[in-house]
């Protein structure tokens, strides 16, 4: 597979440092796809699970050398960290490594297109303002992902596409889940429509999506999780979110790739 370039890309939630983080994707991805600027919208590392379980495999350790490596090379990076990593929000506007830490920014498309770029739990009430049951709620998840480990190897034994997001069945089966992503959207484009952007781009709830709302234009990258997503900005301006898992030969059947809103 021959790499692709684009103007900008945006990845987010990786939860590097926990066992939720799909590494051989992201690895693959970073391998595969370069851009002028990357953003890292937030929760890329896992430090609410490292303070839980020391975990750092050689891949997560190779993650983010790829990533230095592009800065080194010529890639703007900036890190928008999010609440897993937010103790990295005080060093805002710091460089490390190449690497330009800011609680949020504003990104200007080729096709002069204002996007404010932040990772999205300031927006989310249950991650502001009830923090003891978001991490009650990202325990629950961790766990979804770890029955979802055995589902994949069932499922590639007996010949069906290995990657099946337990995480997006559950989530069209409960209908609080899928209020929670709609009351989500509407919070953060109600926030901002009127702080003279075209759109905003954030990550959080682990959804990717690019859709209109009313005249403003909401993005979501997605994470390295589950779905393994991210959002790109061809040279014209034109925004693309990028299925990564897809690039596997489909199964007979049709499964969901997008993953449950994370709630942490």
Not at 50 to 73: C, D, V
Not at 191 to 213: P, Y
Not at 233 to 255: A, C, I
Request: net charge negative; glycine share 6%; proline share 2%.
């Amino acid at each position: 597979m021959t790499a692709s370039t684009y103007r900008t890309i945006w990845i987010s939630d990786l939860h590097i440092g926990s066992t939720q983080c799909h590494a051989d994707a992201l690895l693959d991805f970073l391998k595969h796809n370069d851009s002028e600027k990357l953003y890292l919208v937030g929760d890329i590392i896992d430090f609410w699970a490292l303070s839980k379980k020391m975990y750092w495999p050689r891949e997560h350790n190779t993650i983010i050398q790829k990533i230095l490596r592009k800065a080194r090379h010529g890639t703007q990076i900036i890190y928008v960290p999010g609440n897993h990593d937010e103790n990295v929000r005080e060093y805002d506007d710091y460089v490390f490594g190449d690497i330009v830490v800011k609680r949020s920014d504003i990104h200007t498309t080729a096709a002069g297109k204002r996007f404010l770029i932040v990772h999205g739990d300031e927006y989310d009430t249950i991650a502001r303002h009830h923090r003891w049951l978001a991490k009650i709620g990202s325990v629950g998840y961790d766990w979804l992902i770890e029955i979802n480990r055995f589902l994949r190897l069932c499922r590639k034994l007996i010949g069906y596409q290995s990657h099946f997001s337990l995480a997006a069945f559950v989530k069209f089966k409960v209908k609080n889940a899928v209020q929670f992503i709609s009351d989500y959207e509407e919070s953060i484009v109600r926030t901002l429509r009127n702080q003279g952007l075209d759109g905003v781009i954030c990550g959080h709830i682990h959804h990717a999506e690019i859709k209109d709302i009313e005249g403003f234009t909401y993005v979501n990258t997605g994470d390295f999780v589950e779905s393994c997503t991210a959002i790109v900005e061809h040279n014209d301006g034109r925004l693309e979110l990028v299925h990564w898992l897809k690039q596997e030969k489909p199964s007979p059947e049709t499964q969901a790739e997008t993953g449950l809103p994370h709630p942490g």
